[in-house]
Protein backbone atom coordinates (compact mmCIF):
# COMPACT_ATOMS: atom_id res chain seq x y z
CA UNK A 1 0.00 0.00 0.00
CA UNK A 2 2.62 2.29 -0.20
CA UNK A 3 1.48 4.60 -3.07
CA UNK A 4 -2.35 5.22 -2.18
CA UNK A 5 -2.13 8.66 -1.56
CA UNK A 6 -3.05 9.41 -4.98
CA UNK A 7 -4.45 13.09 -6.44
CA UNK A 8 -7.66 11.26 -6.81
CA UNK A 9 -8.09 10.49 -3.47
CA UNK A 10 -10.69 12.01 -1.64
CA UNK A 11 -10.15 15.71 0.25
CA UNK A 12 -11.87 16.07 3.92
CA UNK A 13 -12.89 19.20 4.29
CA UNK A 14 -13.28 19.89 8.37
CA UNK A 15 -13.59 23.61 8.00
CA UNK A 16 -10.30 24.76 9.01
CA UNK A 17 -10.62 28.22 10.58
CA UNK A 18 -7.58 31.12 11.95
CA UNK A 19 -8.00 32.66 15.82
CA UNK A 20 -10.09 35.60 15.17
CA UNK A 21 -7.06 37.83 15.88
CA UNK A 22 -5.66 36.80 12.73
CA UNK A 23 -9.20 36.73 10.38
CA UNK A 24 -7.20 39.58 8.33
CA UNK A 25 -4.66 37.97 6.11
CA UNK A 26 -1.95 39.31 3.95
CA UNK A 27 -1.49 35.86 1.90
CA UNK A 28 -2.31 32.31 2.35
CA UNK A 29 -1.88 28.92 0.73
CA UNK A 30 -4.56 25.86 0.60
CA UNK A 31 -2.64 22.83 1.34
CA UNK A 32 -3.69 19.25 1.26
CA UNK A 33 -1.94 17.04 3.57
CA UNK A 34 -2.41 13.31 3.57
CA UNK A 35 -3.70 10.68 6.45
CA UNK A 36 -4.77 7.31 7.02
CA UNK A 37 -8.24 7.35 8.30
CA UNK A 38 -9.51 4.58 10.39
CA UNK A 39 -12.85 3.84 11.21
CA UNK A 40 -13.50 2.57 15.23
CA UNK A 41 -16.00 2.16 17.68
CA UNK A 42 -14.94 3.71 20.89
CA UNK A 43 -15.93 4.94 24.25
CA UNK A 44 -17.11 8.37 24.13
CA UNK A 45 -14.54 9.65 26.56
CA UNK A 46 -15.69 12.43 29.30
CA UNK A 47 -14.12 14.31 31.73
CA UNK A 48 -15.27 12.82 34.75
CA UNK A 49 -16.78 15.84 37.10
CA UNK A 50 -17.15 13.62 40.19
CA UNK A 51 -13.93 11.80 42.09
CA UNK A 52 -15.13 8.23 43.83
CA UNK A 53 -16.01 9.25 46.86
CA UNK A 54 -18.05 12.40 45.86
CA UNK A 55 -19.52 9.88 43.28
CA UNK A 56 -20.59 7.77 45.70
CA UNK A 57 -22.06 10.22 48.63
CA UNK A 58 -24.32 11.76 46.33
CA UNK A 59 -25.60 8.44 45.03
CA UNK A 60 -25.98 7.94 49.08
CA UNK A 61 -27.72 11.48 49.51
CA UNK A 62 -30.15 11.10 46.31
CA UNK A 63 -30.95 7.88 48.09
CA UNK A 64 -31.83 10.15 51.32
CA UNK A 65 -28.81 9.51 53.45
CA UNK A 66 -27.82 12.93 54.03
CA UNK A 67 -25.94 13.04 57.22
CA UNK A 68 -21.75 12.34 57.79
CA UNK A 69 -22.25 9.58 60.28
CA UNK A 70 -24.32 7.14 58.41
CA UNK A 71 -22.92 7.60 55.17
CA UNK A 72 -19.21 7.00 56.57
CA UNK A 73 -20.43 3.70 58.44
CA UNK A 74 -22.06 2.66 54.84
CA UNK A 75 -18.97 4.08 53.11
CA UNK A 76 -16.60 2.44 55.69
CA UNK A 77 -14.76 5.91 55.92
CA UNK A 78 -14.43 8.17 58.67
CA UNK A 79 -17.00 10.53 59.85
CA UNK A 80 -14.92 13.52 59.10
CA UNK A 81 -13.98 12.47 55.67
CA UNK A 82 -17.74 12.24 54.87
CA UNK A 83 -18.49 15.44 56.38
CA UNK A 84 -15.75 16.88 54.33
CA UNK A 85 -17.18 15.34 50.93
CA UNK A 86 -20.45 16.39 51.77
CA UNK A 87 -19.05 20.08 52.34
CA UNK A 88 -17.22 19.91 48.69
CA UNK A 89 -20.28 18.92 47.44
CA UNK A 90 -21.95 21.99 48.69
CA UNK A 91 -19.52 24.24 47.57
CA UNK A 92 -19.97 22.70 44.03
CA UNK A 93 -23.64 23.36 44.55
CA UNK A 94 -24.38 19.86 43.68
CA UNK A 95 -26.16 19.60 47.48
CA UNK A 96 -28.24 21.95 49.28
CA UNK A 97 -27.86 22.82 52.99
CA UNK A 98 -30.04 20.29 53.75
CA UNK A 99 -27.90 17.51 51.94
CA UNK A 100 -30.50 16.76 49.27
CA UNK A 101 -29.21 16.50 45.50
CA UNK A 102 -29.65 19.58 43.39
CA UNK A 103 -31.17 20.05 39.60
CA UNK A 104 -26.77 20.32 38.94
CA UNK A 105 -25.74 17.41 41.19
CA UNK A 106 -28.44 14.72 39.86
CA UNK A 107 -27.19 15.77 36.28
CA UNK A 108 -23.61 15.81 36.65
CA UNK A 109 -24.17 12.16 38.80
CA UNK A 110 -26.34 10.92 35.82
CA UNK A 111 -23.69 12.12 33.45
CA UNK A 112 -20.81 9.96 35.12
CA UNK A 113 -22.47 6.76 35.22
CA UNK A 114 -23.23 6.22 32.18
CA UNK A 115 -20.04 7.04 30.47
CA UNK A 116 -18.54 3.77 30.08
CA UNK A 117 -21.95 2.63 28.41
CA UNK A 118 -21.89 5.75 25.96
CA UNK A 119 -19.87 4.30 22.43
CA UNK A 120 -19.69 6.33 19.27
CA UNK A 121 -18.95 5.26 15.74
CA UNK A 122 -16.38 7.32 13.91
CA UNK A 123 -12.83 8.04 12.48
CA UNK A 124 -9.41 8.77 13.73
CA UNK A 125 -6.38 9.70 11.17
CA UNK A 126 -2.59 8.77 11.21
CA UNK A 127 0.44 10.43 10.07
CA UNK A 128 1.34 8.44 7.08
CA UNK A 129 5.24 9.16 8.30
CA UNK A 130 5.10 8.01 11.46
CA UNK A 131 2.35 6.34 12.43
CA UNK A 132 1.09 8.92 15.37
CA UNK A 133 -2.67 9.74 15.34
CA UNK A 134 -3.71 13.12 15.19
CA UNK A 135 -5.16 14.31 18.80
CA UNK A 136 -8.65 14.51 16.51
CA UNK A 137 -12.10 12.51 16.00
CA UNK A 138 -15.22 12.84 14.08
CA UNK A 139 -18.02 11.21 13.38
CA UNK A 140 -18.55 11.15 10.00
CA UNK A 141 -16.54 12.52 7.14
CA UNK A 142 -17.41 15.68 5.33
CA UNK A 143 -16.02 15.55 1.78
CA UNK A 144 -14.46 18.76 -0.35
CA UNK A 145 -16.09 18.79 -4.06
CA UNK A 146 -13.20 18.78 -6.32
CA UNK A 147 -13.06 19.71 -10.16
CA UNK A 148 -10.32 18.00 -11.89
CA UNK A 149 -8.49 19.18 -15.30
CA UNK A 150 -4.94 19.14 -16.79
CA UNK A 151 -3.02 20.34 -13.44
CA UNK A 152 -1.17 18.30 -10.89
CA UNK A 153 -3.89 18.42 -8.52
CA UNK A 154 -7.42 18.82 -8.16
CA UNK A 155 -8.83 22.50 -7.38
CA UNK A 156 -11.43 22.95 -4.87
CA UNK A 157 -14.82 24.04 -4.67
CA UNK A 158 -15.62 25.94 -1.65
CA UNK A 159 -18.59 28.00 -0.69
CA UNK A 160 -22.57 27.75 -1.14
CA UNK A 161 -23.75 26.13 -4.12
CA UNK A 162 -25.36 29.34 -5.62
CA UNK A 163 -21.41 30.83 -5.18
CA UNK A 164 -18.59 28.08 -5.69
CA UNK A 165 -15.53 29.20 -5.53
CA UNK A 166 -12.43 27.63 -7.56
CA UNK A 167 -9.55 27.40 -5.32
CA UNK A 168 -5.83 25.66 -6.42
CA UNK A 169 -4.22 23.56 -2.97
CA UNK A 170 -0.73 21.95 -2.85
CA UNK A 171 -1.41 18.16 -2.53
CA UNK A 172 1.40 16.96 -0.36
CA UNK A 173 1.71 13.69 -1.80
CA UNK A 174 3.96 10.87 1.12
CA UNK A 175 5.62 8.90 -2.05
CA UNK A 176 7.03 5.42 -1.27
CA UNK A 177 5.97 5.56 2.34
CA UNK A 178 5.07 1.62 3.80
CA UNK A 179 1.70 1.70 5.52
CA UNK A 180 2.04 2.27 9.71
CA UNK A 181 1.23 -0.37 12.18
CA UNK A 182 -2.60 0.00 13.10
CA UNK A 183 -3.27 2.21 15.96
CA UNK A 184 -3.18 0.56 19.69
CA UNK A 185 -6.56 1.02 20.76
CA UNK A 186 -4.52 3.18 23.82
CA UNK A 187 -3.56 5.59 21.21
CA UNK A 188 -7.19 5.59 19.79
CA UNK A 189 -8.67 6.57 23.01
CA UNK A 190 -6.31 9.23 23.55
CA UNK A 191 -7.06 10.87 20.37
CA UNK A 192 -10.60 11.02 21.17
CA UNK A 193 -9.65 12.54 24.41
CA UNK A 194 -7.37 15.10 23.11
CA UNK A 195 -9.89 15.98 20.78
CA UNK A 196 -11.94 16.79 23.49
CA UNK A 197 -9.78 18.87 25.34
CA UNK A 198 -8.58 20.39 22.21
CA UNK A 199 -11.81 21.93 22.03
CA UNK A 200 -11.68 24.12 24.65
CA UNK A 201 -9.19 26.39 23.16
CA UNK A 202 -10.86 26.55 20.15
CA UNK A 203 -10.93 30.38 18.47
CA UNK A 204 -7.90 30.82 20.98
CA UNK A 205 -4.46 32.07 18.91
CA UNK A 206 -3.08 29.70 21.90
CA UNK A 207 -2.16 26.04 20.38
CA UNK A 208 -5.37 24.04 20.92
CA UNK A 209 -3.06 21.08 21.79
CA UNK A 210 -0.23 23.17 23.73
CA UNK A 211 0.09 21.70 27.55
CA UNK A 212 -2.15 19.08 27.19
CA UNK A 213 -1.55 15.73 28.93
CA UNK A 214 -2.80 12.97 26.38
CA UNK A 215 -1.35 10.61 29.71
CA UNK A 216 -3.35 6.68 29.54
CA UNK A 217 -3.21 7.16 33.45
CA UNK A 218 -6.37 8.87 34.22
CA UNK A 219 -8.73 6.76 31.35
CA UNK A 220 -9.94 3.45 32.88
CA UNK A 221 -7.84 0.21 31.00
CA UNK A 222 -11.96 -0.90 30.70
CA UNK A 223 -11.73 1.77 27.24
CA UNK A 224 -9.34 0.00 26.09
CA UNK A 225 -10.80 -3.20 25.64
CA UNK A 226 -13.86 -1.51 23.76
CA UNK A 227 -11.95 -0.33 20.86
CA UNK A 228 -12.68 -1.99 18.04
CA UNK A 229 -12.06 -1.30 14.59
CA UNK A 230 -15.04 -2.02 12.15
CA UNK A 231 -12.77 -1.68 8.86
CA UNK A 232 -8.95 -3.93 9.01
CA UNK A 233 -7.53 -1.66 6.31
CA UNK A 234 -7.71 2.17 6.68
CA UNK A 235 -8.60 4.46 3.96
CA UNK A 236 -6.07 7.28 2.35
CA UNK A 237 -7.36 10.52 2.47
CA UNK A 238 -6.09 14.42 2.42
CA UNK A 239 -7.27 16.80 5.10
CA UNK A 240 -7.68 20.42 3.37
CA UNK A 241 -6.10 22.89 5.50
CA UNK A 242 -4.39 26.53 4.76
CA UNK A 243 -1.16 27.88 5.80
CA UNK A 244 -1.19 31.75 6.49
CA UNK A 245 0.91 35.12 7.43
CA UNK A 246 -1.38 37.32 8.95
CA UNK A 247 -1.81 41.01 7.58
CA UNK A 248 0.06 42.55 10.91
CA UNK A 249 3.17 39.79 10.65
CA UNK A 250 6.63 41.95 10.58
CA UNK A 251 8.80 38.82 11.23
CA UNK A 252 10.43 36.39 9.10
CA UNK A 253 8.60 33.31 10.48
CA UNK A 254 5.39 34.22 11.75
CA UNK A 255 3.30 32.22 9.43
CA UNK A 256 0.82 29.84 10.85
CA UNK A 257 -0.90 26.49 9.77
CA UNK A 258 -4.45 26.04 10.46
CA UNK A 259 -5.55 23.04 12.49
CA UNK A 260 -7.64 20.62 9.83
CA UNK A 261 -10.39 20.04 11.99
CA UNK A 262 -10.97 23.60 12.72
CA UNK A 263 -9.64 24.47 15.99
CA UNK A 264 -7.79 27.21 15.43
CA UNK A 265 -3.76 26.82 14.58
CA UNK A 266 -1.86 23.91 14.97
CA UNK A 267 1.63 24.29 15.99
CA UNK A 268 1.81 20.46 15.32
CA UNK A 269 1.32 21.17 11.34
CA UNK A 270 3.40 23.64 10.94
CA UNK A 271 6.23 21.36 12.57
CA UNK A 272 5.46 18.77 10.23
CA UNK A 273 5.74 21.24 7.58
CA UNK A 274 8.82 22.39 8.52
CA UNK A 275 10.02 18.86 8.60
CA UNK A 276 8.45 17.72 5.00
CA UNK A 277 9.99 20.68 3.41
CA UNK A 278 13.22 19.15 4.19
CA UNK A 279 12.70 16.50 1.58
CA UNK A 280 10.16 17.98 -0.56
CA UNK A 281 11.22 21.04 -2.68
CA UNK A 282 8.03 21.81 -4.17
CA UNK A 283 6.66 22.79 -0.22
CA UNK A 284 9.23 24.90 0.31
CA UNK A 285 8.16 26.60 -2.95
CA UNK A 286 4.41 26.71 -1.38
CA UNK A 287 5.94 28.74 1.59
CA UNK A 288 8.48 30.99 -0.26
CA UNK A 289 5.41 32.53 -1.95
CA UNK A 290 3.29 32.94 0.75
CA UNK A 291 5.99 34.72 3.19
CA UNK A 292 7.55 36.51 -0.12
CA UNK A 293 11.24 35.59 0.67
CA UNK A 294 13.75 32.80 -0.23
CA UNK A 295 13.51 30.14 1.98
CA UNK A 296 14.75 27.24 -0.39
CA UNK A 297 17.41 29.38 -1.61
CA UNK A 298 19.24 29.83 2.53
CA UNK A 299 18.32 26.28 3.04
CA UNK A 300 21.75 24.34 2.64
CA UNK A 301 23.25 27.23 4.79
CA UNK A 302 20.70 26.75 7.12
CA UNK A 303 21.27 23.01 7.11
CA UNK A 304 25.43 23.82 7.35
CA UNK A 305 24.64 25.85 10.39
CA UNK A 306 22.03 23.58 12.25
CA UNK A 307 25.10 20.84 11.77
CA UNK A 308 27.90 23.10 13.04
CA UNK A 309 25.82 23.88 16.26
CA UNK A 310 24.98 19.48 16.81
CA UNK A 311 29.03 19.42 16.67
CA UNK A 312 29.37 22.03 19.40
CA UNK A 313 26.38 20.87 21.54
CA UNK A 314 27.84 16.82 20.90
CA UNK A 315 31.48 18.35 22.15
CA UNK A 316 30.07 20.05 25.07
CA UNK A 317 28.36 17.25 26.89
CA UNK A 318 31.92 15.33 26.13
CA UNK A 319 33.24 18.31 27.48
CA UNK A 320 30.98 18.38 31.43
CA UNK A 321 30.30 14.33 30.83
CA UNK A 322 33.69 13.01 29.57
CA UNK A 323 33.42 11.25 25.74
CA UNK A 324 31.98 7.99 27.50
CA UNK A 325 28.77 9.67 27.90
CA UNK A 326 28.53 8.89 23.53
CA UNK A 327 27.79 4.99 24.95
CA UNK A 328 24.76 6.12 27.69
CA UNK A 329 21.38 5.25 25.83
CA UNK A 330 20.18 9.13 26.84
CA UNK A 331 23.07 11.12 24.94
CA UNK A 332 21.03 12.32 22.45
CA UNK A 333 18.43 13.48 24.71
CA UNK A 334 20.92 14.81 26.46
CA UNK A 335 22.76 16.70 23.05
CA UNK A 336 19.31 17.54 22.25
CA UNK A 337 19.18 19.80 25.75
CA UNK A 338 22.73 21.22 24.54
CA UNK A 339 21.57 21.98 21.29
CA UNK A 340 19.09 24.16 22.71
CA UNK A 341 21.44 25.92 24.97
CA UNK A 342 23.73 26.73 22.54
CA UNK A 343 20.97 28.55 20.28
CA UNK A 344 19.94 30.20 23.77
CA UNK A 345 23.75 31.39 23.86
CA UNK A 346 24.25 32.65 20.46
CA UNK A 347 21.05 34.62 20.99
CA UNK A 348 21.46 36.12 24.42
CA UNK A 349 19.81 38.45 26.29
CA UNK A 350 17.30 38.63 23.00
CA UNK A 351 16.44 34.86 23.04
CA UNK A 352 12.74 34.84 22.74
CA UNK A 353 10.62 33.51 25.75
CA UNK A 354 9.94 30.09 22.99
CA UNK A 355 13.19 29.06 22.55
CA UNK A 356 13.82 29.48 26.54
CA UNK A 357 10.35 27.65 27.15
CA UNK A 358 11.79 24.61 24.70
CA UNK A 359 15.10 24.46 26.07
CA UNK A 360 13.86 24.34 29.52
CA UNK A 361 11.63 21.64 28.31
CA UNK A 362 14.33 19.89 27.07
CA UNK A 363 16.16 19.82 30.51
CA UNK A 364 13.46 17.72 32.33
CA UNK A 365 13.32 15.54 29.13
CA UNK A 366 17.08 14.76 29.58
CA UNK A 367 16.81 13.71 32.86
CA UNK A 368 13.38 11.84 32.00
CA UNK A 369 15.56 9.77 29.46
CA UNK A 370 18.38 8.96 31.93
CA UNK A 371 16.59 8.18 35.03
CA UNK A 372 14.39 6.00 32.61
CA UNK A 373 17.62 4.23 31.86
CA UNK A 374 17.70 2.48 35.40
CA UNK A 375 14.44 0.61 34.47
CA UNK A 376 16.63 -1.44 31.81
CA UNK A 377 18.52 -3.11 34.66
CA UNK A 378 15.97 -2.92 36.99
CA UNK A 379 12.71 -2.94 35.50
CA UNK A 380 9.62 -1.04 37.52
CA UNK A 381 7.39 -4.26 36.85
CA UNK A 382 4.04 -3.83 39.40
CA UNK A 383 5.94 -1.20 41.82
CA UNK A 384 2.85 1.08 41.55
CA UNK A 385 1.13 -1.46 43.76
CA UNK A 386 2.65 -0.16 46.52
CA UNK A 387 -0.14 2.92 45.86
CA UNK A 388 -2.75 0.78 45.22
CA UNK A 389 -5.33 -0.79 47.68
CA UNK A 390 -7.36 -3.75 47.23
CA UNK A 391 -11.27 -2.97 47.23
CA UNK A 392 -14.13 -5.17 46.94
CA UNK A 393 -17.23 -4.63 44.52
CA UNK A 394 -20.30 -5.52 46.01
CA UNK A 395 -22.05 -5.58 42.65
CA UNK A 396 -19.57 -8.15 41.17
CA UNK A 397 -18.46 -10.13 44.37
CA UNK A 398 -14.83 -9.93 43.14
CA UNK A 399 -12.01 -7.45 44.15
CA UNK A 400 -9.95 -5.14 42.48
CA UNK A 401 -6.99 -2.43 42.55
CA UNK A 402 -8.04 1.22 43.04
CA UNK A 403 -5.52 4.31 43.85
CA UNK A 404 -4.72 4.82 47.62
CA UNK A 405 -6.77 7.86 48.27
CA UNK A 406 -5.56 8.13 52.32
CA UNK A 407 -3.71 11.04 51.21
CA UNK A 408 -1.85 10.90 54.63
CA UNK A 409 -1.39 6.91 54.18
CA UNK A 410 0.21 7.93 50.85
CA UNK A 411 2.70 10.60 52.01
CA UNK A 412 3.76 8.32 54.93
CA UNK A 413 4.61 5.72 52.44
CA UNK A 414 6.61 8.00 50.28
CA UNK A 415 8.71 9.51 53.28
CA UNK A 416 9.22 5.81 54.31
CA UNK A 417 10.71 4.62 51.28
CA UNK A 418 12.91 8.06 50.83
CA UNK A 419 13.72 7.40 53.98
CA UNK A 420 15.03 3.58 53.71
CA UNK A 421 17.16 4.38 50.11
CA UNK A 422 18.93 7.20 51.52
CA UNK A 423 17.26 10.51 51.12
CA UNK A 424 17.37 12.93 53.80
CA UNK A 425 16.38 16.54 54.46
CA UNK A 426 13.56 17.95 53.17
CA UNK A 427 10.98 16.33 50.87
CA UNK A 428 9.39 18.66 48.50
CA UNK A 429 5.87 18.80 48.59
CA UNK A 430 5.35 18.12 44.52
CA UNK A 431 6.79 14.60 45.07
CA UNK A 432 4.92 13.90 48.07
CA UNK A 433 1.63 14.77 46.04
CA UNK A 434 2.58 12.72 42.93
CA UNK A 435 -0.55 10.75 42.47
CA UNK A 436 -0.58 6.90 42.23
CA UNK A 437 -2.29 6.21 38.94
CA UNK A 438 0.48 8.93 37.70
CA UNK A 439 3.42 5.75 39.14
CA UNK A 440 1.40 3.15 37.15
CA UNK A 441 1.54 4.51 34.46
CA UNK A 442 5.19 5.22 33.82
CA UNK A 443 5.62 2.05 35.26
CA UNK A 444 3.14 0.10 33.02
CA UNK A 445 3.80 2.37 29.54
CA UNK A 446 7.31 3.39 29.85
CA UNK A 447 8.36 5.47 27.06
CA UNK A 448 5.32 5.53 25.21
CA UNK A 449 3.84 7.63 28.15
CA UNK A 450 6.58 9.84 27.37
CA UNK A 451 8.45 9.91 30.96
CA UNK A 452 7.36 12.35 33.81
CA UNK A 453 9.95 13.60 35.86
CA UNK A 454 8.51 13.60 39.24
CA UNK A 455 6.28 10.32 38.95
CA UNK A 456 8.94 8.35 36.86
CA UNK A 457 11.14 9.45 39.99
CA UNK A 458 8.46 8.26 42.90
CA UNK A 459 8.39 5.21 40.92
CA UNK A 460 12.18 4.44 40.96
CA UNK A 461 12.19 5.61 45.04
CA UNK A 462 9.61 2.57 45.51
CA UNK A 463 11.82 0.06 43.47
CA UNK A 464 14.97 1.19 44.88
CA UNK A 465 13.33 0.86 48.45
CA UNK A 466 12.89 -3.36 47.46
CA UNK A 467 16.25 -3.67 46.07
CA UNK A 468 19.31 -2.89 48.12
CA UNK A 469 21.25 -2.96 44.79
CA UNK A 470 19.58 0.29 43.17
CA UNK A 471 21.91 2.91 41.91
CA UNK A 472 19.60 5.45 42.96
CA UNK A 473 20.74 4.15 46.78
CA UNK A 474 24.35 5.54 45.82
CA UNK A 475 22.94 8.91 44.17
CA UNK A 476 21.49 9.44 47.50
CA UNK A 477 24.36 8.94 49.44
CA UNK A 478 26.74 10.90 46.91
CA UNK A 479 23.98 14.00 46.14
CA UNK A 480 21.87 14.96 49.35
CA UNK A 481 20.10 17.53 47.92
CA UNK A 482 19.14 16.25 44.83
CA UNK A 483 15.37 15.87 45.49
CA UNK A 484 15.23 19.44 45.77
CA UNK A 485 17.02 20.28 42.84
CA UNK A 486 15.02 17.83 40.82
CA UNK A 487 12.11 19.42 42.05
CA UNK A 488 13.25 23.05 40.34
CA UNK A 489 14.68 21.72 37.22
CA UNK A 490 10.79 19.95 36.60
CA UNK A 491 8.76 22.77 38.17
CA UNK A 492 10.65 25.16 35.11
CA UNK A 493 10.47 22.21 32.82
CA UNK A 494 7.17 22.46 33.59
CA UNK A 495 6.48 25.97 32.91
CA UNK A 496 8.78 25.45 29.32
CA UNK A 497 6.12 22.49 28.52
CA UNK A 498 3.09 24.61 28.89
CA UNK A 499 1.95 27.91 27.43
CA UNK A 500 2.91 31.43 28.13
CA UNK A 501 -0.60 31.92 30.31
CA UNK A 502 1.46 30.12 33.07
CA UNK A 503 2.45 33.42 34.55
CA UNK A 504 6.05 32.96 35.45
CA UNK A 505 9.07 34.28 34.23
CA UNK A 506 12.60 33.08 33.41
CA UNK A 507 15.37 35.58 33.01
CA UNK A 508 18.69 34.75 31.35
CA UNK A 509 20.70 33.92 34.20
CA UNK A 510 18.07 31.74 35.56
CA UNK A 511 17.79 29.85 32.63
CA UNK A 512 22.04 29.19 32.82
CA UNK A 513 21.22 27.99 36.54
CA UNK A 514 19.68 25.90 35.19
CA UNK A 515 21.30 23.93 32.81
CA UNK A 516 23.97 24.06 35.14
CA UNK A 517 22.06 22.40 37.56
CA UNK A 518 20.73 19.67 35.00
CA UNK A 519 24.29 18.50 34.35
CA UNK A 520 25.16 18.36 37.72
CA UNK A 521 21.95 15.95 38.15
CA UNK A 522 22.99 13.82 34.85
CA UNK A 523 26.68 13.51 36.26
CA UNK A 524 25.46 12.21 39.36
CA UNK A 525 22.73 10.08 37.87
CA UNK A 526 24.90 8.96 35.12
CA UNK A 527 28.22 8.45 36.92
CA UNK A 528 29.47 10.63 33.68
CA UNK A 529 31.87 13.81 35.03
CA UNK A 530 31.87 15.07 38.30
CA UNK A 531 29.18 15.73 40.55
CA UNK A 532 29.03 19.44 41.33
CA UNK A 533 26.14 20.62 43.51
CA UNK A 534 25.12 24.02 41.78
CA UNK A 535 21.36 24.08 43.92
CA UNK A 536 19.24 27.33 42.78
CA UNK A 537 19.18 29.84 45.62
CA UNK A 538 15.25 28.39 46.93
CA UNK A 539 15.49 31.96 49.42
CA UNK A 540 16.03 34.39 45.87
CA UNK A 541 14.35 31.93 43.57
CA UNK A 542 13.49 32.11 40.12
CA UNK A 543 12.03 35.04 39.45
CA UNK A 544 8.15 35.83 39.64
CA UNK A 545 7.25 32.18 40.54
Excluded at 6 to 27: C, D, G, I, Q, Y
Excluded at 93 to 107: I, M, R
Excluded at 182 to 208: Q, Y
Aim: glycine share 8%; charged share 25%.
Amino acid sequence: MAFNFTPEKPVLNFAPRRPREHMRNASWEYILWPAWAYRIVAPRIRERKLNMFQRAVLGLCRAGMVEAEPIGIKLSIHTDLAAFILVELTELEYVDSNGQPTSQGLKVLSEDSIEAHDMVTGYVFQDPWNGDLWPRFVERLDYCELEFDESDFPKLLLGTKGGLKRQGAFMVLPGNTPLPGRPTPASVVAAISGHRKGLRFRDNLADPDDGIDYSQSTISHAHFVRVAFIEEEPTPVFLMTYLYLPADSSGDTDWYACDPFGLGISVRLRRKVEQIMQTMPSLYDVVNRMVGRGVYDGLEEQKRWIDQLRVMARLEVERRMTVNIRSFSAFDQITDMEFANQEVLLLGQDCPESKFKHALRLCSAALEASFGAYTEKYPLGDVWKRVYVNRYNRRTGKQYLAQQQDKELLKAIYETAFGDVGFGGRIPDSLLNVRPGHIRSVAEHGEQEHWRLRPLLMALVLSAHQNIDHPLRQVATIYPTILTDLDQVAMVGGWGGHSSKNKFHVSYEDFQRTVDLTYSILSAITGFGQHKSQTVDHEKGLENV
